[in-house]
């Protein structure tokens, strides 16, 4: 939360007296974060962007990760401007070009999500999620694959992950496959809250907080503006009142 964020660093400066935080230098991340941000009509707000760092930052260190938050804190713009940017220096050394593979796992029942018997043909038919992450773990390309779970976290789907949040990264299916994850993949679940999310789930993931408050309403209307004709804009005189 915002509010907690001072008692944090306070906290942390009481542990370690005297110790500054060093400064991390991303070198062209940050040009290619601010183009991105140009390009989706978002506003280069510091906590939109530190809240970008911080989910670059968990990539690097974890497989799975939570992007959490109330509607309206900029969840899906943050995944999507760090790929865009991320792609967009994909000819340095240090980047790759990143796919996103989005899928609301509360559409489709548990048979379709994982797999199921067919009592017709009693044939193992794959499920969406064991397909999709099927095709990632094949595919040979240096490109990162994020596989993004756009809804609720809850026990009925969720315990089936903490396989593939583990170390071993292996998703484990009711047809006995056994479907081991690539230094490349990343699990991402993007949700507003965790209220019924079970403790073996949430440890074994990263996780970023983003709430709307931090952001605040000028950003948004800052972009809305610029979705408006010249001389409509012009004519309101809203940008100097800013």
């Not at 991390?24 to 530190?50: R, T």
């Not at 593979?101 to 048979?111: E, F, L, V």
């Not at 789907?157 to 490349?184: A, F, H, Y």
Request: glycine residues 6%; negative net charge.
């Amino acid at each position: 939360m915002k509010d907690d964020i001072p008692l944090f660093e306070n906290i942390i400066i009481d542990l370690f007296p005297g110790v500054s935080k060093p400064e991390v230098n991303y070198g062209d991340l940050m040009s290619a974060i601010s183009g991105s941000c140009k390009h989706f009509n978002l506003q280069e707000h510091p906590m939109f962007i530190g809240k970008i760092l911080q989910l670059y930052d968990t990539t690097q260190v974890r497989h799975g990760l939570m992007i959490v938050g109330p509607t309206g804190g900029g969840k899906t713009s943050n995944y999507k401007v760090l790929q865009h940017a991320m792609s967009s220096l994909a000819h340095q050394e240090m980047f790759e070009r990143v796919h996103v593979d989005i899928m609301n796992p509360k559409s489709i029942t548990m048979g379709q999500l994982y797999g199921f018997v067919d009592p017709q043909t009693t044939e193992w038919i794959d499920g969406v999620l064991a397909k999709l992450v099927l095709d990632c773990s094949k595919d040979e390309s240096p490109d990162k694959r994020w596989v993004m779970f756009d809804g609720p976290v809850d026990a009925l789907w969720i315990e089936n992950m903490n396989t593939v949040l583990d170390d071993n990264k292996k998703l484990c299916l009711n047809s006995g496959q056994i479907i081991t994850l690539t230094p490349r993949m990343v699990m991402m679940f993007e949700v507003e809250d965790l209220s019924v999310a079970s403790p073996a789930t949430v440890s074994r993931c990263g996780m970023v907080y983003m709430e709307p408050v931090s952001i605040g309403l000028e950003p948004y209307f800052v972009s809305w503006l610029n979705t408006l004709p010249p001389r409509v804009a012009d004519n309101a005189n809203c940008k100097k009142k800013l």
